[in-house]
């Protein structure tokens, strides 16, 4: 099914929405407007959706036969209760949703005036680049609609080059929780990994420690938990022990801008990876004394005054 060429209003010109805009414009669709608040997102506007017009919600409303809303979890349901007040939206506009862990129940208020409600998810981090719309190409999407509208939706995530998987409204959380489990979280790792290295004095610690780690990404994927390897599953208690010491120091001695995290991270998926490796009682034991000893990391953590800049 081919979606029909629409009007298309984008509410929130962030990383996803400005990439989406311009993705559904390469497939002849029309931007009526694009919804940016921050300096940043209005230079990848102007960037990505060049030409369109930067206007209010009220004003891409009117214009628009469907919304695009990408816009954080947490702002979406009172976008949509605002828009929903003011009685802009007509009865057959069609409204999209970008977001992982919601999905249409957040946009009821506008589905009861009579929109078509659509939820689609690409799983892929956004850069806000136009190298993102290379990425798109095969990219899995979960949709969640009405029986009605998956075929909408499903057609929509062609236009946008993806794969369409549909997920029932109440698996939303899960999905999202695993998504964001596996792609924020690695990157935490790889950020400690690579300050590590970088305190050792190791040039370029990305390039060094690519192979590794791409090798092991794969492995992981193919294998799950049967691709553990290192000196938990090996039993080597010795060689955690230094490894914890090594790491208590590097967070003693964490300067401006590391965060002296990386022990208790160590220790927690130990933890996790430990209860995978199938070790004989005696080798386990040994190592989950040493993970469960009060170390440097035990305390308070660090200091979460920096964790409110806007990512």
Same mark, same amino acid.
């Given at each position: 099914?081919?979606?029909?060429?629409?009007?298309?209003?984008?509410?929130?010109?962030?990383?996803?929405?400005?990439?989406?805009?311009?993705?559904?414009?390469?497939?002849?669709?029309?931007?009526?407007?694009? +919804?940016?608040?921050?300096?940043?997102?209005?230079?990848?506007?102007?960037?990505?959706?060049?030409?369109?017009?930067?206007?209010?919600?009220?004003?891409?409303?009117?214009?628009?036969?469907?919304?695009?809303?990408?816009?954080? =979890?947490?702002?979406?349901?009172?976008?949509?209760?605002?828009?929903?007040?003011?009685?802009?939206?007509?009865?057959?506009?069609?409204?999209?949703?970008?977001?992982?862990?919601?999905?249409?129940?957040?946009?009821?208020?506008?589905?009861?005036?009579?929109?078509?409600?659509?939820? *689609?998810?690409?799983?892929?981090?956004?850069?806000?680049?136009?190298?993102?719309?290379?990425?798109?190409?095969?990219?899995?999407?979960?949709?969640? /609609?009405?029986?009605?509208?998956?075929?909408?939706?499903?057609?929509?995530?062609?236009?946008?080059?993806?794969?369409?998987?549909?997920?029932?409204?109440?698996?939303?959380?899960? +999905?999202?929780?695993?998504?964001?489990?596996?792609?924020?979280?690695?990157?935490?790792?790889?950020?400690?990994?690579?300050?590590?290295?970088?305190?050792?004095?190791?040039?370029?610690?990305?390039?060094?420690?690519?192979?590794?780690?791409?090798?092991?990404? =794969?492995?992981?994927?193919?294998?799950?938990?049967?691709?553990?390897?290192?000196?938990?599953?090996?039993?080597?208690?010795?060689?955690?022990?230094?490894?914890?010491?090594?790491?208590?120091?590097?967070?003693?001695?964490?300067?401006?801008?590391?965060?002296?995290?990386?022990?208790?991270? +160590?220790?927690?998926?130990?933890?996790?990876?430990?209860?995978?490796?199938?070790?004989?009682?005696? /080798? /386990?034991?040994? *190592?989950?004394?040493?993970?469960?000893?009060?170390?440097? =990391? /035990?305390?308070?953590?660090?200091?979460?005054?920096?964790?409110?800049?806007?990512?």
């Amino acid at each position: 099914m081919s979606a029909p060429r629409l009007g298309i209003g984008v509410i929130g010109a962030g990383r996803v929405g400005a990439v989406l805009g311009a993705a559904l414009r390469a497939e002849g669709h029309g931007i009526t407007g694009a +919804y940016a608040v921050s300096d940043a997102s209005r230079a990848r506007a102007q960037e990505l959706l060049p030409g369109v017009p930067l206007l209010d919600v009220p004003a891409i409303v009117e214009r628009s036969e469907m919304l695009l809303l990408a816009v954080p =979890d947490d702002q979406l349901g009172p976008l949509v209760s605002g828009i929903a007040t003011t009685g802009l939206a007509p009865g057959g506009q069609l409204v999209v949703h970008t977001s992982g862990s919601h999905g249409i129940g957040v946009l009821a208020p506008l589905a009861r005036a009579g929109c078509a409600t659509l939820a *689609i998810h690409p799983a892929m981090t956004f850069t806000g680049t136009r190298d993102d719309l290379a990425r798109l190409v095969g990219c899995p999407m979960a949709i969640t /609609a009405e029986q009605a509208f998956l075929p909408v939706a499903a057609a929509l995530v062609v236009e946008l080059g993806g794969e369409a998987t549909v997920l029932p409204e109440g698996d939303r959380p899960l +999905y999202h929780a695993a998504l964001a489990h596996g792609a924020n979280h690695l990157m935490v790792l790889v950020d400690q990994a690579l300050d590590a290295l970088s305190r050792l004095g190791i040039d370029n610690p990305g390039a060094y420690l690519r192979p590794l780690l791409e090798a092991a990404l =794969d492995e992981s994927l193919r294998r799950g938990s049967a691709a553990l390897t290192g000196p938990v599953v090996r039993g080597d208690a010795g060689t955690v022990a230094a490894h914890l010491e090594a790491l208590g120091d590097l967070d003693a001695t964490a300067v401006r801008g590391a965060r002296g995290d990386t022990a208790a991270t +160590y220790r927690a998926l130990a933890r996790a990876a430990l209860a995978r490796a199938g070790l004989a009682p005696e /080798a /386990a034991h040994a *190592i989950q004394q040493l993970l469960d000893a009060a170390g440097p =990391d /035990a305390g308070e953590g660090p200091d979460q005054d920096a964790a409110t800049e806007d990512r």
